[in-house]
C-alpha cells in the first residue's frame, strides 16, 4: 500500500491511575502496579464499595493555563492535558502542521462531569442555582470540541459516546479519515471522568467488585470504576517519515460488530464477529496475532464470554496468544479504556514487551487461556488486537502493527 | 462521482407536525407547523411556553406492546422511525444479510432525561436502592442499541453526539463506510426529546425565543430572537446502489457528498466569519462531483437565532457569488422547531420529500424583511419545483458545521 494510505502512530498521551505521560504509565503496567485506592471524588460511605481507579496527583495547570480550566469540565481537563503530551510526545505543535489537516475524534462513556453537577442541583431542587458556566459545559460534545477549541484544531470533529468501546471507534473513525485523505493528522481517543451514576449504576447491577480486579481470576468480584484519558495521534505515514518522526505502531484497521441481543449482556458470537471483521479487513488471520489486549473487566460473565469468543476465533491457538488485561491495574475507565490500552498496545509492538493481568490467583476452567500471571513478558510481538466491548453489545477490534517501512 | 454510488430506499420520520413520511411532507407543503403549548412538563415556571412537541405519537402502533416498559421518550421516537423506515425500504433483515447492515444514530441530548431520572430516583430511594433497569438508558448510545436489538442489526452501531450537526456527521460516517466496503446498509437516524431538564438549560442560556422577543420560529425574519426547541426522529436507509437493484428496491434519491468540519474558534460562540461552514458546503459539493451551479435548493441550518441566520446568509452570499440570489433557501425550522441533533436527519428527510413530490417547503412566520437577510427565503408558501440538487446545512455556535448533498437518482 501507498505511503499516504497508511496511518502510523507517532505520538502518545496518557492520564491513568497509573501514572501520568506514557512513560510513567508504561513502567507502571510493565512492573504490575494497581491505580486502585480509596474513593475521594464522592462520599462512598452508604454503599458497599469504596474503591476505584481515580487518576492520582493530577494538576491540570501542570497543562492547561489557569484562566481557561474554569471553563472545562474534568473530563475536558483529562483530555486536553492526555493531548498535549501526545502532541508534544509526537514532537508537533498544531503552529506547525496544518490546522485544516487536523481533526479530533473523543469517544466516551459517561460525557462531561458538569452535567453530572447540574443534574445534582436540579434534583435537590434549585432551578435558581443553576448556573450558565456549568450549562454550557454540560453536553458531552464538548470533550471532543473544547480539545479542538485548545489546539486550533479544524478538520473533522466527532464525539462517539459508544459506551465503554467508545475510544476504539474513535481510533478507528480516526484512521478511516486520515486513509480517505480527509486529513494529515488526527488527535484520537477517549475520556471519561470518575462518575457518580457510573458508581451507582454499576453497583445497582452487582458489577463491582469490593477490593480488587481480578480479571479471568476464578474468584474475580467484577470490575472496578476508573477514570482518565488516552490520546494518540495518528499520522500519515509518508508525512510522519519525512520529518523522521518516532513511529510506535501502525493501525491496520478494525471490525465493529452489534450483537443485537441485550443491553448489557454479552455474546460470545458477537464478540467473535467482531475480530473476523478485524482480520477480513486487514487480510489477517488468527495465525497472525501475537498478543490480545483484552476488554477483561473483571466481570464473571465478561471473561467468561470473552474467553469463549476468543477460543472460538483462535482455534488450536487459543492457549498460545498471550491475552491481559490492563483493567487489573487501571480499573475501568469507561470511554478511556480502550484508548488508553490502544497505546499500550502501540508500546507493546514497539517494545515487545506485554504487559500482565495481575491479581491472578486461581485459574478458572472457563478461562483457561494465556492472560499473562502478575509478570510482564518479553515477547516479539508483531501483531496485537485491542478489544473494546460496551453497553447495548457493541463490539470492536482495533488491529494494531509493529512499524516495517 | 465516487464509487459505489449511495442511495435513498426507505424513509421513516416522527416529527412534530406529522408521523410517517407522507404526512410530514404533506404538512411541510402545506406550510403546517407543529409547535404548539408544551405538554411534557409544566412550563408555567417559564416565560416561554411553546415547542416543536411530538403529538398523538402512540409507540404500540409501531412497536406492539411488549419490551416498551424501560425505554425512555427518545428510544421510543428512533426505534418507531426505524420501524417506519425499515418497512418504507422493504428491506427484510435475516442472518445472511445482517452483518452488512449498520446503525449509527446522531443524538446528544437526550440521554440528560435518563440521567435525572436516574438521579431523582437515587435521590428519593438513595444511592444504593436505584432500579438496575435505568441503569443502561444513562449511557448516550441507548437508543441506537436498541435500534439493532428490536431489529436483530448486527453489521455495527455507532452514536455520534455533535449537537446541531450530528445528523449529518453521521451521514458522513455512514457513507463512509459504505465506501469503505464495511456495510452495504446503513440506518442513519437523529433523535432528540422535549423535557424539563434541556429545556432549562438552553432557557439558562437565553437561547429560547420568547425571552426577548416574540415567541415564534421565524427564521431570516426581522423579528427573530432565539430557538423554539423541537423533539422527534427521523431514519434514511441507505445502501449501496447495487444492493439496492438487487432487491429491486424503490429509490428516492441518492447521497452525493457530505463534509463535516470544525471552526476551532471559542466555545460556544460562532465563528464571525463562519470559515468551516463555507468549507463544509464546497467539500459536501467536491464530495459530489458537482458544481456550484447544480445546486437548486439549500434546507438551512436556519433556527431563527439573530446570528445564525444572519450568518449563513452570509457564508451562501459569499460562496455562490451572484447565483446566491437565484437559489430558493428555506428553513423547515420555521415549522418544526430546533431539534438538535435531530435537525439535519429532518431536513434530510424533508429533503427526500422535495426531491420525490418535487416541491420546496417554505419558510414559514416570514413577515418582516431583514437587510442582512436578502436571499429568496420560500416565504409563507411552498413552491412547486422540480428539484434536482439539494443542499443541506447544519451548524450551530460551538464550532460544529456540516453540510450534505442530495440528489434525484437517475
Request: glycine letters at 10%; aromatic letters at 8%; a neutral charge.
Amino acid at each position: 500500500m501507498e505511503d499516504n494510505k497508511r496511518v502510523v502512530v507517532t505520538g502518545l498521551g496518557v492520564v491513568s491511575s497509573v501514572g501520568i505521560g506514557k512513560k510513567t504509565f508504561w513502567d507502571a503496567i510493565l512492573s504490575g502496579k494497581s491505580g486502585i485506592s480509596e474513593i475521594s471524588s464522592f462520599d462512598t460511605s452508604v454503599f458497599r464499595c469504596h474503591r476505584g481507579g481515580e487518576v492520582k496527583d493530577f494538576d491540570p495547570q501542570d497543562f492547561i493555563p489557569k484562566r481557561k480550566i474554569k471553563f472545562l469540565g474534568r473530563a475536558s481537563q483529562l483530555a486536553i492535558s492526555a493531548s498535549q503530551l501526545a502532541l508534544d510526545d509526537a514532537n508537533l505543535s498544531l503552529k506547525n502542521i496544518p490546522k485544516k489537516r487536523t481533526g479530533v475524534i473523543i469517544g466516551t462513556t459517561m460525557g462531561e462531569r458538569p452535567l453530572e453537577e447540574l443534574i445534582q442541583v436540579w434534583v435537590k431542587g434549585g432551578l435558581k442555582d443553576i448556573d450558565r458556566l456549568r450549562v454550557l459545559q454540560a453536553s458531552a460534545n464538548n470533550i471532543s470540541a473544547n480539545i479542538a477549541i485548545y489546539f486550533k484544531a479544524q478538520g473533522q470533529n466527532y464525539l462517539f459516546p459508544t459506551a465503554c468501546a467508545a475510544g476504539n471507534y474513535a481510533i478507528g473513525y480516526g484512521f478511516d479519515l486520515i486513509r480517505n485523505d480527509n486529513l494529515d493528522y488526527i488527535l484520537v481517543g477517549g475520556a471519561d471522568a470518575f462518575s457518580y451514576y457510573a458508581f451507582i449504576g454499576f453497583q445497582s447491577i452487582y458489577a463491582m467488585a469490593q477490593e480488587k480486579c481480578q480479571p479471568f481470576d476464578k474468584n474475580r468480584k467484577g470490575m472496578m470504576l476508573g477514570e482518565g484519558a488516552g490520546i494518540l495521534l495518528l499520522e500519515r505515514l509518508d508525512l510522519a517519515l519525512k520529518r523522521g518522526a518516532n513511529i510506535y505502531a501502525e493501525i491496520l484497521g478494525y471490525g465493529l460488530s452489534c450483537d443485537a441481543y441485550h443491553p448489557t449482556a454479552s455474546d460470545p458470537n458477537g464478540i467473535a464477529n467482531s475480530l473476523e471483521k478485524a482480520f477480513k479487513e486487514t487480510g489477517l488471520t488468527y495465525k497472525d496475532i501475537d498478543y490480545v489486549c483484552a476488554h477483561g473487566t473483571g466481570t464473571a460473565l465478561n471473561d467468561k464470554v470473552e474467553c469463549q469468543a476468543i477460543k472460538q476465533v483462535f482455534k488450536e491457538r487459543r492457549k498460545d496468544v498471550p491475552i491481559s488485561s490492563l483493567k487489573s491495574m487501571i480499573g475501568h475507565p469507561m470511554g478511556a479504556a480502550s484508548a488508553i490500552e490502544a497505546v499500550a498496545c502501540s508500546l507493546v509492538v514497539k517494545e515487545d514487551m506485554v504487559p500482565p493481568t495481575i491479581n491472578f490467583e486461581i485459574p478458572d476452567p472457563e478461562c483457561d487461556l494465556d492472560c499473562v500471571p502478575n509478570t510482564a513478558r518479553k515477547k516479539k510481538v508483531n501483531i496485537a488486537l485491542n478489544n473494546g466491548f460496551a453497553f447495548g453489545g457493541n463490539n470492536s477490534c482495533l488491529v494494531i502493527k509493529k512499524f516495517q517501512e | 462521482m465516487k464509487s459505489p454510488r449511495i442511495v435513498i430506499s426507505g424513509v421513516g420520520v416522527i416529527a412534530p407536525n406529522g408521523i410517517g413520511k407522507e404526512e410530514f411532507w404533506e404538512a411541510l407543503k402545506e406550510g403546517r407547523s407543529g409547535i404548539r403549548q408544551i405538554s411534557v412538563f409544566d412550563s408555567s415556571l417559564f416565560k416561554t411556553h411553546l415547542a416543536g412537541e411530538v403529538i398523538n405519537f402512540e409507540v404500540e402502533k409501531f412497536l406492539g406492546t411488549k419490551g416498551l416498559r424501560n425505554l425512555d421518550r427518545s428510544t421510543k421516537f428512533l426505534c418507531s422511525a426505524a420501524k417506519l423506515a425499515l418497512e418504507d425500504a422493504g428491506l427484510q433483515i435475516t442472518e445472511e444479510n445482517t452483518n452488512d447492515i449498520g446503525v449509527i444514530t446522531a443524538t446528544t441530548l437526550s440521554v440528560i432525561w435518563n440521567v435525572a431520572d436516574f438521579s431523582r430516583e437515587a435521590e428519593e430511594e438513595g444511592p444504593r436502592f436505584v432500579n438496575p433497569a435505568m441503569f443502561p438508558g444513562t449511557t448516550i448510545n441507548a437508543p441506537s442499541s436498541q435500534v439493532s436489538i428490536k431489529f436483530k442489526i448486527k453489521g455495527f452501531n455507532t452514536t455520534v453526539s455533535t449537537g446541531y450537526t450530528a445528523s449529518l456527521d453521521a451521514l458522513k460516517y455512514a457513507v463512509d463506510f459504505i465506501r469503505l466496503g464495511r456495510a452495504k446498509v446503513v440506518l442513519v437516524g437523529g433523535v432528540e426529546s422535549l423535557f424539563f431538564q434541556s429545556f432549562v438549560g438552553f432557557y439558562k442560556l437565553d437561547f429560547l425565543a420568547g425571552i426577548k422577543g416574540e415567541e415564534i420560529s421565524c427564521p431570516f425574519d426581522k423579528r427573530r430572537n432565539g430557538i423554539i426547541l423541537g423533539e422527534g426522529a427521523g431514519v434514511l436507509v441507505i445502501e449501496e446502489e447495487n444492493h439496492a437493484r438487487e432487491r429491486n428496491a424503490k429509490v428516492y434519491a441518492e447521497v452525493l457528498g457530505a463534509e463535516s468540519l470544525f471552526d476551532a474558534y471559542r466555545s460556544g460562540r460562532y465563528h464571525p466569519y463562519m470559515e468551516g461552514l463555507k468549507r463544509t458546503m464546497s467539500g459536501a459539493i467536491e464530495d459530489s462531483g458537482l458544481n456550484k451551479e447544480d445546486i437548486d435548493y439549500i434546507s438551512a441550518a436556519a433556527n431563527s437565532v439573530p446570528e445564525q441566520d444572519k450568518l449563513e446568509t452570509q457564508v451562501i452570499k459569499e460562496f455562490f457569488e451572484d447565483k446566491a440570489k437565484e437559489i430558493p433557501i428555506s428553513s423547515i425550522k420555521s415549522m418544526i422547531g430546533e431539534a438538535v441533533s435531530a435537525s439535519g436527519i429532518f431536513q434530510l428527510c424533508a429533503s427526500v420529500g422535495s426531491i420525490d413530490k418535487k416541491f420546496i417547503p417554505p419558510t414559514i412566520n416570514y413577515k418582516e424583511s431583514d437587510p442582512d437577510c436578502d436571499l429568496d427565503y420560500v416565504p409563507n408558501k411552498s413552491r412547486d419545483q422540480e428539484i434536482r440538487n439539494v443542499l443541506i446545512n447544519n451548524f450551530g455556535p460551538g464550532g460544529n458545521n456540516a453540510s450534505a448533498i442530495i440528489g434525484k437518482y437517475e
